[in-house]
């Protein structure tokens, strides 16, 4: 069984900064591609940054050059580091990965941008 366990959410004022964190445990899989989503109320679950095995990044363009994807293989752990925060990005963020052609999801952390 493999587990994804994200971290680091919380409320932050606008243009501050998080760093969210998604921990891998269990049964050792290697990940294609991962990435993290995230779903306000009342809105789908989008696709906020993701990246491959080989190093590929994509973004929203509402997160573009604020949002910093990135993976340590060695702490088998990705990270999501928010700059610039907006209180549009309020929502509970997840993180997914896909190994073997099966997806794997985190349970969530809230992120709340507010004054």
Do not use: H
């Amino acid at each position: 069984q493999v587990q994804l366990v994200e971290s680091g959410g919380g409320l932050v004022q606008p243009g501050g900064s998080l760093r969210l964190s998604c921990a891998a445990s269990g049964r050792t899989v290697s990940f294609s591609s991962m990435g993290w989503y995230r779903q306000a109320p009342g809105k789908e679950r989008e696709l906020v940054a993701g990246t491959t095995a080989g190093g590929t990044t994509n973004y929203a363009d509402s997160v573009k050059g604020r949002f910093t994807i990135s993976r340590d293989y060695a702490k088998n752990t990705m990270y999501l580091q928010m700059n610039g925060l907006k209180p549009e990005d309020t929502a509970v963020y997840y993180c997914g990965g896909r190994a073997s052609r099966r997806d794997y999801w985190g349970q969530g952390t809230q992120v709340t941008v507010s004054s």
